[in-house]
């Protein structure tokens, strides 16, 4: 399996607010014939330290051998350090750490102003709207209409809750009827991490994922640290890793 994770965008790092727990994906979709399909996918792990360093441990796929458990098999592990500057991919079956130098939040905010701004200014005209073609002209953008309304603030967590409703008009994709997809989330404003989202879409159906056995103690130190029996690559831009299926 080839897997090519890229440069990591991370966000500002959140200090002072250390946390483990496991992130957990369901998916449930009907088809035509009211056949349910039900996923509910492997467990992700994640850590965060007062640094704001983070960790997410991923499994790409389970173990093919008979009696191996659902956390058997080969990962991705992605280890982001603020306080280094770099973040780190490692390959557990080669035993080799990708490293990537990260800008720090600040300088990434500065140079999307700057690039904002190169862009308004080079900005080609703009063409004018054509007509006869649905969603294009005669004062429709084709755009799906976004509806966003508050949930409110749940007791455990201090979670904040919102509803976005994303509603595409008739005839822009060839719908004879709209489409719409709901999606509601619930972010820990203190922690500044999401606890729980779900998403109906008639076309996909429905998803959820949810931050189960949550810790706010600290988490070992080394989980945020680069294995010594691990090589340590230099990577600038995008790379490949290959992995087994055993």
Same mark, same amino acid.
């Given at each position: 399996?080839?897997? $090519?994770?890229? #440069? ?16 957990? /994906? ?5 088809? /035509? ?27 790409? &796929? ?13 990962? %991705? %592990? !992605? %280890? ?12 557990? !079956? =080669?035993?080799?750490?990708?490293? *990537?130098? +990260?800008?720090?939040?600040? $300088? +990434? ?10 862009? +308004? ?14 969603? *294009? ?8 209409? %976004?509806?966003?309304?508050? #949930? ?31 999606? $509601?989330?619930?972010?820990? +404003? $203190? #922690? =500044? ?6 998403? /109906? ?37 995008? &790379?490949?890793?290959? &992995?087994?299926?055993?």
């Amino acid at each position: 399996m080839t897997v $090519e994770p890229g #440069l990591l965008r991370m966000g500002p790092p959140v200090m002072g607010q250390p946390y483990s727990g496991e992130l957990e /994906s369901e998916h449930r979709q009907t088809l /035509s014939n009211g056949t349910h399909i039900d996923q509910k996918r492997d467990v992700s792990l994640t850590y965060r330290d007062s640094q704001g360093r983070t960790r997410t441990e991923r499994l790409l &796929f389970r173990s093919p051998s008979p009696g191996a458990g659902k956390q058997q098999g080969p990962r %991705i %592990i !992605q %280890i982001y350090d603020p306080v280094e500057g770099y973040s780190y991919t490692l390959d557990t !079956q =080669k035993r080799v750490v990708h490293r *990537v130098a +990260v800008q720090t939040f600040p $300088e +990434v905010s500065q140079k999307s102003s700057q690039q904002a701004q190169a862009d +308004v200014t080079n900005a080609p005209a703009k063409p004018p709207l054509l007509a006869g073609r649905p969603g *294009v002209g005669a004062g429709a953008t084709g755009r799906p209409d %976004i509806k966003r309304e508050s #949930l409110g603030t749940d007791m455990i967590e201090g979670a904040e809750g919102w509803r976005t409703t994303i509603t595409t008009a008739v005839g822009v994709i060839g719908n004879d009827k709209p489409l719409t997809r709901v999606c $509601e989330t619930w972010h820990a +404003v $203190e #922690l =500044k991490t999401l606890l729980l989202s779900k998403c /109906s879409d008639v076309r996909s159906g429905r998803s959820t994922m949810r931050l189960k056995n949550l810790d706010r103690s600290e988490p070992d130190p080394s989980l945020f640290q680069v294995p010594p029996d691990y090589t340590i690559v230099d990577d600038r831009d995008r &790379f490949t890793m290959n &992995f087994n299926q055993r």
